[in-house]
């Protein structure tokens, strides 16, 4: 971009990228506030810091690549009281954060209730900044998950966008700001939708990994787990854990777009990849969701021996990187 700027070839930065926040002023999103981000290599997204710097709707080169709900986006008068109605305010995107404390459904852990996928997606953002440096687009904030007299979980995230590319790395620092252990439960729901998704479309996974169906209809469907169909009016959703051995990696293609989409994590913290197939008509979707856990709540996890302790002040860092590309010829 400076370069640019040195030749003479633009004035303004915004004539090739933009970087702005915007409002919503109607509808029942009315209010929520959108970082509105293009760039010079055909990406164009929402990031939501009234939903803890998650990632909305996502185009690039003009065609939907996510999954939006039927709710859409909400305000945050809506998101933030009544954030427990997960079936009535889950809006799809790119990105929906599930934790801090609990993943999967609600559940009653001890004398403390957790909401479906806990409260993460329902806390805003705080610390918000944007920058265009050395062209690249960053956006940063801070998201806390406390409660009077227990626990204290801060998470700092950076977004990073190159000015004329097409690749999205959110990079979150966790850490534990209390004197004690505090068990905790993430995952990275990245949803994928028409026409990207579409029965044109598959899953490449690296062949050194296990599949574990979550439930007996999941495991009717273990042939095709990476394949796609139709829409199918009211056919159940299924979910598959997929356990990769070394190479963290997950690409969708679809030939009829000659789209791609590419997405890499660090399978160190996040070491299970958690795969939602819904194919029913209206809720058509492909989640692929790196996590920490079985998405089971806190209670099963911690009987399973699969729930994570973060140890005093202790900090752990996930990654996730999406790359949307044309498949090659």
Known sequence: MKELLKQGYIGNPA??????????????ARGTEIIEVKTAGGLELDILPNAGLDIGQVRYKGVNMTYLSKNGYDCPAVILPYG???????????????????????????????????RYHSLPAEQVC?????????????????????????LKRTIRIPGFGARITVEDRVTNLTPRSEEYMQIYHCNFGYPLLSEKARLILPEERETVPRTDFARTGLDRACE???????????????????????????PELGMEMTMTWSGDTLPILSEWRSMASGDYVLGLEPTNCYIMGRSDERENGTLLKLAPFETVKNTVTIQFSMMED
């Open 228 to 254: 796609f169909d139709p829409p199918i009016d009211g056919e159940e959703e299924r979910v598959f854990f997929q356990k990769m051995r070394k190479d963290f990696r997950a690409v969708l293609q679809n």
């Open 15 to 28: 004539q090739l990228v933009t970087l702005r926040r915007v409002s919503v002023a109607e509808g029942r």
């Open 84 to 118: 427990t109605e997960f079936n009535h305010t889950f809006p799809g995107g790119l990105l929906y954060t599930c934790g801090l404390r609990s993943a999967g459904p609600a559940n009653q852990d001890g004398d403390e209730w957790h909401p479906l996928h806990g």
């Open 130 to 154: 944007t920058e265009i440096d050395d062209g690249e687009l960053v956006i940063k904030g801070t998201v806390r998950e406390t409660a009077l007299f227990g626990h204290v979980l801060e």
